[in-house]
């Protein structure tokens, strides 16, 4: 079953605004996530990861927030531009295994 | 990602038709996936594979089978094809001995069984 789920299915953010998605993992042994973006017709593309022994990452335009307490992900996308239009996907691996386990995906749609 | 590539990007076919989608990579490594997506649901697992002699089964196997032809190879075929098969199809590598799994996707297949 899911382990991994999202708060919200849609989110829909004014351009320039600051955008936030939420994850919830169940598994106390997930010791790596990652979050990836699809664009329509497009496979998963690698945005950001972070390890079970760090609580923030930061790239380009995008931080990830992990809070092992509440077993709480969320990705933040500051500036959204109209390229960030997709389907985001948290995914988790457990016990440095073979196997990711993905949520199931929050649609970002960025309006003029 | 356009060092992992599969082919053919879009199939129809008929249910009971032996079906089968091909994955090809040039980043090298090991490890391969093959992945299905369906509408409002994440990625699923279907199998995977360590290196061309190591084959297993991931979450959702039944009615698939794979042939990892090299390492840079792995297909994932359907005996005999049927409707709930309908999905996107992904292929994804990872490179071996790391302990963090990060994958890299292929562009995907769109399968329609009817």
Redesign the interface.
């Known amino acids: 079953g899911?382990s991994?789920g999202l708060h919200l299915?849609t989110l829909s953010v004014q351009e320039g605004d600051n955008s936030i998605i939420n994850c919830a993992y169940s598994n106390s042994a997930s010791?790596?996530f990652?979050w990836?973006k699809q664009e329509s017709?497009?496979?998963?593309?690698?945005i950001i990861?972070i390890?079970s022994n760090m609580d923030k990452r930061q790239g380009q335009r995008v931080t990830v927030l992990l809070n092992k307490t509440v077993k709480h992900l969320s990705l933040q996308i500051a500036a959204t531009q109209p390229g960030d239009s997709a389907v985001y996907?948290c995914?988790e691996?457990i016990n440095?295994?073979?196997?990711?386990n993905?949520?199931?995906?929050t649609s970002l749609l960025v309006t003029p | 990602?356009a060092d992992?590539t599969q082919t053919p990007r879009n199939r129809i076919t008929k249910t009971g038709k032996r079906i089968m989608l091909e994955c090809s990579q040039t980043k090298g490594h090991d490890?391969m996936?093959w992945y299905r997506q369906d509408p409002?649901?994440?990625?699923?697992?279907i199998y995977?594979s360590?290196d061309v002699k190591d084959i297993?089964k991931?979450?959702i196997s039944d009615g698939y089978s794979v042939s990892r032809q090299a390492q840079a190879k792995f297909s994932l075929s359907l005996e005999s094809a049927i409707p709930n098969q309908t999905a996107l199809y992904?292929c994804?590598t990872s490179e071996t001995g790391s302990?963090?799994?990060?994958?890299?996707?292929?562009?995907?297949t769109r399968l329609t069984v009817l």
């Open positions: 899911e991994v299915p010791d790596y990652i990836y017709g497009k496979g998963p593309q690698f990861d390890r996907f995914a691996n440095s295994g073979y196997a990711l993905f949520g199931k995906g | 990602d992992v490890r996936y409002g649901l994440g990625l699923r697992l995977y360590f297993n991931g979450e992904f994804a302990s963090y799994n990060e994958q890299f996707f292929g562009p995907g």
